[in-house]
């Protein structure tokens, strides 16, 4: 009887719908790992099954000089802007003065700003300065962009807590910076790893800031990446896109995994301290 | 009572605290002594919760100063105070579990780990949450998490503890078994309690003395009975329990005793101090206001009976007068009733009625006496 009832509520349209909607997500990205195990330079039909391509992905220099400039941009840029962002999101949250809000609504510009407007600024900045474009201009701007989301993130964590809190710790004979150590960062950390992970993925596949900031020395994988397809799709770039799928799915699951293991200390903590 | 020489813990000097124009404590001096248990009791914004956090640190004093132990802590912060604060919300670190949250204070101080470890347990015993060492605040009750926080502060041994109407949130039931938990640690212990409170049961129950607050002023301060039986200011005798209070005119004043006249009707009572023409309240507790169908001497003040009440121990009578105003009369179940609708005469017992200079008088006399020595200086 209930199996039966169950079936009839399940109707096609609503197997069907959701399939669609997979499919349309999906199916290109599985497209492209397709083709990168494909013997034809082409991609339009498969004709066999190789791994060479990527082989040949690894042997290309510049390919793998990209990809670790991608890597150093993006480790800097991300570490800076956690630690600027949750001190900015901290010592908003105590402010308590009429420009607090002025601050936290000029957040939000960087964010709304085209990306190619954000880019010309920050070139003419390091232009009028001197500063010539390298490393160093590249992670500065990756910072600058992923900054307001660190914060933004943060706040909304730090949002929610009640002040005395913070007081108690005070009250109970901890400094201002014991007490951030030992309460405000541990109650922000999933805001502070979220806001992190939001940095990294920004800064792993800019492109538009980027191709302002970057030198000749500091190319990065999405820029490499968008010179080759000029070319044309080949079966390498092809492998490199699965690679990089890989790649954000493990940091994905990574990223997961460690807010279980907070949640799971907090649940058994044991012993004094 | 406690006695003259008691120690002072804490005193206040002409203490103002203002938030831009608004000052919401107006020169504050205030002695507590050493293992009294004194409530700061008032209405919601009277500053007592202000006072308490100026106490604590948390907020600058805007004028005066605050001595503990007779050592001015302007410069101290909250951690640098031998207080601590139990908060109204518990306050209780959400990532901690409860051994973890009451130990903060002794981590702090780098107290050794057995030992820690040691008066943990102890406190745990003492607010009776034994096993519950890895328990998550957010997996305890309201009162158990009290608990807590009660543990919390007084592993470090304050010298006075601090309670921001801790029980606010707690049911009923709940408090009262609190209160009573409370006031038997505070006694075992002997430590000062500074307690916050706009419940006045609360504080009658468990205090040695009671501080009565109304925007930002010091109304009274005295022993529970003392505010109850003898308050100092109208506030203080409406605030505090039920009570009636009249408005009357002072007719003439004779030995030891001033004849007085209501809008309802005219009282000769014992009194001094009052003087001709002044203006006065009299506040009378319904358990101490009597009805009579008979005449009564030295009163005159008629009303008609309205209403009874059953409210379980007493039987409450409201009382209309002439012109208009309820008055509430208690009493004991096994006094007979007078039916409703008649007559009858009003009158309390000597010593039972408060009388009370009204606070225009109270300015109309210290320009009086102003006028007064000025005048002298001219002769």
Same mark, same amino acid.
């Given at each position: 009887m209930k199996l039966k009832r169950k079936l009839k509520e399940?109707?096609?349209?609503?197997?069907?719908?959701?399939?669609?909607?997979?499919?349309?997500?999906y199916v290109p990205i599985l497209v492209v790992i397709v083709f990168s195990f494909n013997t034809s330079r082409m991609n339009i039909v498969f004709e066999g099954f190789t791994v060479e391509w990527y082989f040949k992905m690894?042997?290309?220099?510049?390919?793998?000089?990209?990809?670790?400039?991608? %890597?150093?941009?993006?480790?800097?840029?991300?570490?800076?802007?956690?630690?600027? @962002?949750? %001190?900015?999101?901290?010592?908003?949250?105590?402010?308590?003065?009429?420009?607090?809000?002025?601050?936290?609504?000029?957040?939000y510009i960087p964010i709304v700003i085209p990306e190619i407007v954000f880019g010309i600024a920050l070139l003419v900045f390091f232009s009028s300065v001197h500063l010539p474009t390298s490393m160093l201009t590249l992670i500065i701007s990756h910072i600058t962009f992923s900054l307001p989301f660190v914060v933004i993130t943060v706040r909304s964590r730090i949002a929610g807590f009640d002040p005395s809190i913070l007081e108690a710790a005070r009250d109970l004979g901890a400094g201002e910076f014991r007490t951030f150590m030992r309460v405000t960062l541990p109650m922000i950390m999933p805001g502070v790893i979220s806001g992190g992970m939001l940095a990294l993925t920004l800064s792993l596949d800019d492109v538009v800031i980027s191709f302002f900031m970057a030198g000749t020395e500091s190319t990065t994988l999405p820029l490499k990446i968008l010179g080759?397809?000029?070319?044309?799709?080949?079966?390498?770039?092809?492998? %490199?896109?699965?690679?990089?799928?890989?790649?954000?799915?493990?940091?994905?699951?990574?990223?997961?995994?460690?807010? @279980?293991?907070?949640?799971?200390?907090?649940?058994?903590?044991? @012993?004094?301290? | 009572m406690a006695k003259m020489q008691d120690k002072v813990m804490i005193r206040l000097r002409d203490v103002d605290k203002c938030y831009g124009t608004n000052?919401?404590?107006?020169?504050? !001096?205030?002695?507590?002594?050493?293992?009294? *248990?004194?409530?700061?009791?008032?209405?919601?914004?009277?500053?007592?919760?202000?006072?308490?956090?100026?106490?604590?640190? *948390?907020?600058?004093?805007?004028?005066?100063?605050?001595?503990?132990e007779g050592e001015n802590v302007?410069?101290?912060?909250?951690?640098?105070?031998?207080?601590?604060?139990v908060f109204q919300n518990y306050a209780? *670190?959400?990532?901690? !579990?409860?051994?973890?949250?009451?130990?903060?204070?002794?981590?702090?101080?780098?107290?050794?780990?057995?030992?820690?470890k040691r008066r943990v347990g102890e406190m745990l015993k003492m607010v009776q949450l034994e096993g519950m060492e890895k328990r998550?605040?957010? =997996?305890?009750?309201?009162? =158990?998490?009290?608990?807590?926080?009660?543990?919390?502060?007084?592993? !470090?041994?304050?010298?006075?503890?601090?309670?921001?109407?801790?029980?606010?949130?707690?049911?009923?039931?709940?408090?009262?078994?609190?209160?009573?938990?409370?006031?038997?640690?505070q006694k075992k212990l002997g430590i000062t309690f500074i307690y916050v409170t706009h419940d006045q049961e609360e504080a009658?129950?468990?205090?040695?003395?009671?501080?009565?607050? !109304?925007?930002?002023?010091?109304?009274?301060?005295? $022993?529970?009975?003392?505010?109850?039986?003898?308050?100092?200011?109208?506030?203080?005798?409406?605030?505090?329990?039920?009570?009636?209070?009249?408005? $009357?005119?002072?007719?003439e004043v004779m030995d030891g005793r001033i004849g007085i006249s209501l809008e309802a009707g005219t009282a000769a009572v014992k009194a001094a101090g009052f003087h001709k023409e002044e203006m006065v309240y009299i506040c009378v507790r319904p358990e101490n206001l009597k009805i009579s169908a008979e005449p009564v001497i030295d009163f005159n003040i008629r009303g008609k009976v309205k209403e009874h009440v059953f409210i379980g121990s007493v039987n409450k009578t409201i009382v209309e007068l002439v012109n208009g105003q309820e008055l509430k009369i208690t009493t004991q179940p096994d006094v007979e009733l007078l039916s409703m609708g008649s007559e009858v005469n009003l009158f309390w017992n000597e010593g039972k009625g408060i009388l009370l200079h009204t606070k225009e008088e109270q300015i109309y006399n210290l320009i009086e006496n102003t006028v007064k020595i000025e005048g002298g200086g001219d002769d």
């Open positions: 399940y109707k096609p349209i609503s197997v069907l719908y959701p399939c669609l909607v997979y499919l349309f997500l690894f042997e290309n220099r510049q390919l793998m000089d990209a990809f670790r400039n991608t %890597l150093l941009v993006a480790f800097f840029s991300t570490v800076i802007s956690v630690i600027m @962002g949750t %001190l900015c999101a901290v010592g908003l949250y105590k402010l308590e003065s009429k420009i607090k809000n002025i601050i936290s609504s000029s957040l080759m397809v000029r070319k044309g799709v080949s079966p390498d770039v092809n492998a %490199l896109s699965t690679l990089m799928i890989l790649g954000t799915i493990a940091i994905m699951l990574f990223s997961q995994m460690i807010q @279980g293991k907070i949640e799971k200390s907090r649940e058994a903590h044991s @012993g004094v301290e | 000052k919401v404590v107006k020169s504050l !001096n205030l002695d507590i002594r050493e293992g009294e *248990f004194l409530t700061l009791l008032g209405p919601s914004g009277c500053g007592k919760t202000t006072t308490l956090r100026m106490i604590a640190g *948390f907020e600058e004093v805007t004028e005066g100063q605050i001595f503990l302007e410069d101290k912060k909250p951690n640098q105070r031998d207080v601590n604060t209780l *670190f959400p990532h901690m !579990n409860v051994e973890d949250n009451i130990a903060f204070g002794l981590v702090e101080k780098k107290v050794k780990k057995p030992e820690i998550l605040p957010a =997996q305890m009750s309201g009162g =158990q998490k009290q608990r807590v926080a009660i543990a919390r502060a007084l592993i !470090n041994r304050p010298k006075v503890l601090l309670l921001d109407e801790p029980l606010g949130a707690l049911d009923l039931k709940l408090r009262k078994q609190m209160q009573f938990e409370l006031k038997h640690l009658l129950t468990m205090s040695d003395r009671i501080a009565v607050m !109304n925007q930002g002023i010091l109304e009274q301060i005295g $022993a529970p009975e003392e505010i109850y039986n003898r308050p100092a200011t109208k506030f203080v005798a409406d605030f505090i329990g039920e009570t009636n209070i009249f408005e $009357a005119y002072v007719e």
